[in-house]
């Protein structure tokens, strides 16, 4: 068990950028996976990035790939999600997860959330 809490989400103009942030748990910093995830209204929630601890891999959906970058710092016990080129359709609640079970990384299947940060683009 542990917590999950992020922060950095807020509203920008298309082609801004924001860096997400999520304070973990040491036991999940020292875990199989974390990964960034983000849901609109009326939408399913969708894997964005995510992190493989075991050798580092990194995973992007298609439609941030060359724009979103996740990190990870364990010092700070901390992953981030550097967002750059921000596009109106990136408009949705972003969470961080930890604790993959049974599915690929970029699914929701991850034990622990937390409780999201709105990020909003718009002009």
């Known amino acids: 068990q542990g917590q999950l809490e992020e922060s950095g989400g807020d509203s920008v103009q298309p082609g801004g950028s924001l860096t997400l942030s999520c304070v973990a748990s040491?036991?999940?910093?020292?875990?199989?996976?974390m990964a960034w995830l983000r849901q609109s209204p009326g939408k399913e929630r969708e894997g964005v990035a995510a992190i493989w601890f075991d050798n580092g891999r990194r995973y992007y959906h298609d439609s941030v790939k060359g724009r979103f970058t996740i990190s990870q710092d364990k010092a700070k016990n901390t992953i981030y999600l550097q967002m750059n080129n921000l596009k109106p359709e990136d408009t949705a609640m972003y969470y961080c997860a930890a604790d993959l079970r049974g599915g690929g990384v970029l699914s929701t299947a991850y034990k622990y959330w937390g409780q999201g940060t709105q990020v909003t683009v718009s002009s």
């Open positions: 040491a036991s999940f910093i020292n875990g199989n996976a």
